[in-house]
């Protein structure tokens, strides 16, 4: 696992408090799990109200992560900043075009969040849906690997994926969920109309809850012998794929 740079967290509970407060985009709040005083409660509210995903640690942890006054709490910056979801759908039919968005499910590598990143940006991808758990952290590691694309390409964090899939089909964009047990190829299926594909980790898949939800479901033909392609690598294809019947 990488390590993280010094300047990607903050530390102490009442500099994390102020900094929330002030706008910074937090990625992952660590808190001392069995300290309970007035100020922990106070970011503990404030991270709910905020959606900030926060983990309950052993002191140990949070000590070989820094030696200074952590106070029980350690934030990790995020490098970008979230957008809103109801907004990038509005501006996109606002200017005529035809929504395309991206939905990832339990994508925990980094890697794979910034290669999604760089292929969407350049695919004109509107924009790309994480929840706030169980997804790679978007730190300096995540703006390299997408080679600056996270500057550019709207990220909206939310806090209930199952809501937020009902919200973007309330919308009137058809959610296509990517599996390999889907029956139908992804070629044969009508991309042109406003989209969000949903996919998952490679080695969990798509939760089988979001499964029931999406709209259809296609798969990418596979004749070696590995089953299943590189997320990111399978992002791309269905996105250029995307972009091809849109562009004829």
Not at 19 to 46: M, T, W
Request: a neutral charge; charged letters at 20%.
């Amino acid at each position: 696992m990488n390590q993280q740079h010094k300047t990607d967290y903050i530390y102490g509970t009442r500099a994390v408090i102020e900094s929330i407060q002030a706008g910074k985009e937090i990625d992952k709040l660590l808190v001392q799990k069995d300290l309970r005083n007035e100020l922990i409660l106070e970011l503990l509210q404030l991270a709910k109200g905020h959606s900030i995903p926060v983990q309950k640690v052993p002191v140990e942890k949070l000590n070989r992560i820094t030696k200074k006054n952590h106070q029980g709490a350690i934030a990790y910056l995020s490098s970008v900043v979230y957008a809103s979801l109801d907004h990038v759908i509005s501006e996109a039919y606002t200017k005529a075009e035809t929504p395309l968005l991206i939905i990832l499910d339990r994508v925990t590598d980094v890697r794979n969040i910034g290669a999604i990143a760089r292929t969407a940006e350049c695919a004109g991808v509107h924009a790309i849906v994480v929840p706030s758990r169980g997804t790679a952290q978007l730190g300096a590691d995540a703006m390299k690997t997408s080679a600056g694309a996270l500057n550019h390409i709207p990220i909206c964090r939310v806090e209930n994926l199952k809501t937020t899939i009902r919200e973007i089909q309330d919308n009137g964009i058809q959610v296509v969920a990517c599996s390999e047990k889907a029956d139908a190829l992804v070629y044969s299926a009508d991309l042109s109309v406003p989209l969000a594909i949903l996919m998952g980790s490679e080695e969990d898949g798509i939760s089988q809850e979001y499964l029931k939800l999406a709209d259809s479901h296609v798969k990418l033909p596979v004749v070696g012998q590995i089953e299943s392609l590189n997320v990111s690598v399978a992002t791309g294809v269905i996105v250029y794929e995307v972009l091809r019947q849109r562009l004829s």
